[in-house]
Structures are given as structure tokens and as C-alpha cells.
Nanobody, 125 residues
Framework: VQLQASGGGLVQHGGSLRLSCTAS????????MGWFRQAPGKEREFVAA????????YYADSVKGRFTISRDNAKNTVWLQMNSLKPEDTAVYYC???????????????????WGQGTQVTVSS
């Protein structure tokens, strides 16, 4: 599966952005989908993930209550709605997918087989 992420940009502290990730090549419904981010000089970190059906969602503590992950399998698309953005949310955001990942492993980047190209999110203070 190929992943195409979009929707990044520059936003002020407290603002909102919505990232999109569109899958092609195989039906997205076969994959657990997730978002990770990487800030300059830091390791890639988990942001959010969503189960194949969309019934299960998982969040990093740092974004819980501010970010929402959702999906529409008919459109092969996953979204990450980001509200109340903070300067510390500044990073390149990566969409990821995996067919065989289990619930307990969704926060581990090494468990994902497929990655998009990343989209830059910059939050000004």
C-alpha cells in the first residue's frame, strides 16, 4: 500500500489543522493506520492510531483531548484533526499502516511496515 499525507502548514498557537492520509494500492480497511511525528533532533514518536474498522482509537498522552483520529474506509482515507495546537506539536507528521499489528503494539513505530512521506506542521508561539 502507498500512503500520501497532506494538510500540514503553519498555524498559530491555539489553532487547528486537519491532516489527511490517503491509501492506494490496497484497501485501507485491511490496515491499522497511525500517525507519528518527528521534531528536529528528536526521535519519532507515536501520536495516534485507529483500528481497521475505526472502532478503536489510541492516543499519546500529549495529544489526548486535543487530537482526533478518524477514518473512512470507503474513501481509503484517515484524518488527524488537531485542535488547540501548541508550539511543541511542531514536527513532521507521518502516516503509517500495517496489516498485522496487534493492539498492544500500535505505539511502536518498528511494528509498522508502510510509511507516507510526511507533512510539516509548524505551530508559532
Amino acid at each position: 500500500v502507498q500512503l500520501q499525507a497532506s494538510g500540514g502548514g503553519l498555524v498559530q498557537h491555539g489553532g487547528s489543522l486537519r491532516l489527511s492520509c490517503t491509501a492506494s494500492g490496497r484497501a485501507a480497511s485491511s490496515y491499522v493506520m497511525g500517525w507519528f511525528r518527528q521534531a528536529p533532533g528528536k526521535e519519532r514518536e507515536f501520536v495516534a492510531a485507529i483500528s481497521r474498522s475505526g472502532s478503536g482509537t489510541y492516543y499519546a498522552d500529549s495529544v489526548k483531548g486535543r487530537f482526533t483520529i478518524s477514518r473512512d474506509n470507503a474513501k481509503n482515507t484517515v484524518w488527524l484533526q488537531m485542535n488547540s495546537l501548541k508550539p511543541e506539536d511542531t514536527a513532521v507528521y507521518y502516516c503509517t499502516a500495517d496489516r498485522g499489528i496487534i493492539q498492544s503494539a500500535v505505539r511502536d513505530s518498528a511494528q509498522y511496515d508502510y510509511w507516507g512521506q510526511g507533512t510539516q506542521v509548524t505551530v508559532s508561539s
